[in-house]
């Protein structure tokens, strides 16, 4: 029996090890601690890489929504319209901001946001739509921004989980008014820590939101607005630099192992993840879909192959959002698959023989 953890962390830092221990070391030596030169060097990759000229980190993924939400004018009394299928702090930063999330059903397919409902939920309130795209697969962008053209919304994408995704040679982040990404250990690019960035094309937005995570200071001790203190450290930022040239590679791992995966699984009774012939899914998780979750998943974890459930509870039945007023069933396509999805093992560092053995132990399960 094998053991296959969701996620292997010590098996891809071997590989930068050295580079990373080396700029630590620099580092310390230096004490050049906040904002120096690995936090621009970082800045600048991902501003090349996302194709945006304003690329401003941050200490963490939920700090960069919360940032990219003030950035964009969200305060009290304001709407934003949103995918109920997603991380927790897609919400509440929402919330944190003084504004209401307005949620809409997911896409069956994709169980990203579905395009076709949100115009419905727009009202006079309505000052942004949040979309998210789920385990590395992009949204329908190009709908979805026409509406907020129509209505004269800012369009925000929370792309935590899909950075290196493409449409048509556009990069995530790159659509909408303003970007969200997370460097969090686990992501396509992990940190040594926690971590964020936000992404925009838009030059207004992108000096708004320098002075935001310095407590909203332009010059010295001079605050133009309230801002946060969202500074990512020098040490975190020269980890994810030194990270960052292997990342192509390690998505394009991902997608091969998802393909595989889809594949070998094209005829047992579940639901797989839709792959396009391009890199709009860029595989932050493989996730199929059964009624069989609950047992396939401890079948698999007595075989050694640990899975996760990406998400249990939908954010409109969390007992925090009470107050907004939904009910099971409101959102039926993001309850069931709350109820149907596992996350099998993705990343690049598994082997061959360890996907093998995935495959193997999940035909076993459905054809006996």
Known sequence: MMNIPPINLKAQYKVVKKEIMAGIKEILDEQRLILGKYCTQLE??????AGVPHAVSCANGTDALILALMAVGIGKDDEVITTPYTFFSTASSVALVGAK????DIDTKSMNIDPALIEKAITPRTKAITVVHLFGKLCEMDRICALGKKYNISIIEDSAQSLG?????????????I???????TKNLGGIGEGGMVLTKRDDLGEKLKKLRVHGMGNQYYHEMIGLNSRLDEIKACALAMKFPHLESWNRKRIETGNYYNNKFHDLPIILPVIED??????HHYVIRTSERDR???????????TGVYYPLPLHLQPC?????YRKGDFPIAEESALTSLALPV???LKKKEKEYIVKTMREFFTG
């Open 165 to 177: 995704s493409r449409k048509n040679g556009r990069m995530s982040g790159s659509f909408g008014d």
């Open 101 to 104: 999330p307005v949620f809409v």
């Open 44 to 49: 600048q990759q991902i501003s090349s890489y």
């Open 278 to 283: 391009d890199s709009s899914h860029i595989f």
């Open 179 to 185: 970007s969200a990404t997370s460097f969090y250990p």
């Open 347 to 349: 990343y690049p560092e």
């Open 296 to 306: 396939l998943q401890n079948f698999l974890k007595e075989r050694g192959i640990i």
């Open 321 to 325: 959002f009470d107050y907004l007023g």
